[in-house]
């Protein structure tokens, strides 16, 4: 019976993995970036990179010397000029159908 409720408790760690896993995947990631942006994710804002990742529930700013190029999964590019700001808040794209969604929100 232990035995049992052991291998139970290892299935449902690796499922919750799996799940969290998949929620952590990145949607796109930075392309091209002039002068400063940065991306909030909880605790605060963080400065971006060029080859950075793009998350779902990012908020992606621009200061107003910066221009950014995201680059998503699909091969679909956002830009966003100087002085912009955008939540990345939801990330659909089905390969074998080709049905992409992006809803995107100014903050």
């Given at each position: 019976?232990?035995?049992?409720?052991?291998?139970?408790?290892?299935?449902?760690?690796?499922?919750?993995?799996?799940?969290?896993?998949?929620?952590?995947?990145?949607?796109?990631?930075?392309?091209?970036?002039?002068?400063?942006a940065?991306?909030?994710?909880?605790?605060?804002?963080v400065p971006?990179?060029?080859?950075?990742?793009?998350?779902?529930?990012?908020?992606?700013?621009?200061?107003?010397?910066?221009?950014?190029?995201?680059?998503?999964?699909?091969?679909?590019?956002?830009?966003?000029?100087?002085?912009?700001?955008?939540?990345?808040?939801?990330?659909?794209?089905?390969?074998?159908?080709?049905?992409?969604?992006?809803?995107?929100?100014?903050?």
């Open positions: 019976m232990r035995f049992l409720q052991r291998g139970l408790t290892l299935a449902l760690a690796l499922v919750a993995g799996t799940a969290a896993f998949a929620q952590t995947a990145a949607v796109g990631t930075v392309a091209q970036l002039q002068g400063a940065s991306v909030t994710r909880g605790a605060g804002p971006l990179t060029t080859g950075a990742q793009i998350f779902s529930d990012d908020i992606l700013e621009t200061a107003a010397d910066g221009k950014l190029l995201v680059q998503f999964a699909d091969g679909t590019k956002l830009t966003l000029g100087p002085s912009a700001d955008v939540v990345i808040d939801e990330f659909v794209f089905n390969p074998s159908g080709g049905d992409l969604t992006d809803f995107l929100h100014q903050s």
